[in-house]
Each structure stands twice: as structure tokens, then as C-alpha cells.
């Protein structure tokens, strides 16, 4: 049995990631410097799957000569997440799991650490 999207708007999706950002846990977003988080509605082409990017330096590769860049960028894909979601409480659960992988990735934590964390 397939279930059926989600159907939500941009603004609603946009008010579920702040949700989700508030579940994430206080020490990860005060460690988190430098980065911003976008929504998008679909991913890059070729990667359907994607539910959320990290792009920049992890803080584990910022040398003495980091600054002066761009913030990196936590993208969330809204389509994505829809798809495999069934209410809106899922799409703030999902949200908030991707953008704790995502700022993991940040931290140059591996998805292997992150299981052990309990955010699979």
C-alpha cells in the first residue's frame, strides 16, 4: 500500500523546520558557527533520494586560514521529505533527524556514530 504525500505548503514546511530545529539538542546548534539552513523543494538532479545537504568546511578541516567564507549551508529538500512522510508530526521528526545528520556532518561525525547516538 503507497501512501500518499504529505500536501503542504512552503510556508507550513518552513514552520515545521523551525520546529524540528528546536528538537535538535541545544550543544549541537550552540557549536554550530558559520552556517546557514535553506529550504528547497527538490533536490539536485540525479540525487531523488537526498533529504537534506550539508556544503562547507567542516569544522574538522577549517584551518588557521579559515575566514573570511561564505556560511556553509544546511539545505533541507522539501519534496523529499513529503514524500516519505504521513502527518505533519512525521515531517517535523524527519526534519529534525536530517538536520542532526547534516550539522553531524558538520562536526565531521559519520552516520556510523550517529546510529551509536541513537539518531538513525
Known amino acids: 500500500m503507497g501512501s500518499v504525500p504529505v500536501e503542504m505548503s512552503r510556508e507550513r514546511f518552513e514552520e515545521l523546520v523551525s520546529e524540528a530545529l528546536d528538537e535538535v539538542p541545544?550543544?549541537?546548534l550552540g557549536l554550530m558557527s558559520n552556517v546557514v539552513i535553506l529550504v528547497e523543494d527538490d533536490t539536485p538532479p540525479g540525487e531523488p533520494?537526498?533529504?537534506?545537504l550539508?556544503?562547507?568546511h567542516a569544522l574538522?578541516?577549517?584551518?588557521w586560514d579559515y575566514g573570511?567564507?561564505?556560511?556553509?549551508?544546511?539545505?533541507?529538500?522539501?519534496?523529499?521529505?513529503l514524500r516519505i512522510c504521513d502527518n505533519d508530526?512525521?515531517?517535523?521528526e524527519e526534519v529534525a533527524v536530517t538536520v542532526v545528520h547534516e550539522i553531524a556532518h558538520h562536526f565531521g561525525i559519520d552516520d556510523d556514530r550517529l546510529h551509536e547516538l541513537g539518531w538513525g
Do not use: K
Not at 574538522?60 to 584551518?63: A, I, L, N, P
Not at 561564505?70 to 529538500?77: G, K, S
Open 26 to 28: 541545544e550543544e549541537l
Open 49 to 52: 533520494e537526498l533529504l537534506g
Open 54 to 56: 550539508y556544503e562547507g
Open 60 to 63: 574538522t578541516s577549517r584551518g
Open 68 to 81: 573570511g567564507v561564505l556560511p556553509d549551508r544546511i539545505t533541507i529538500y522539501r519534496n523529499p521529505i
Open 89 to 92: 508530526d512525521d515531517v517535523v
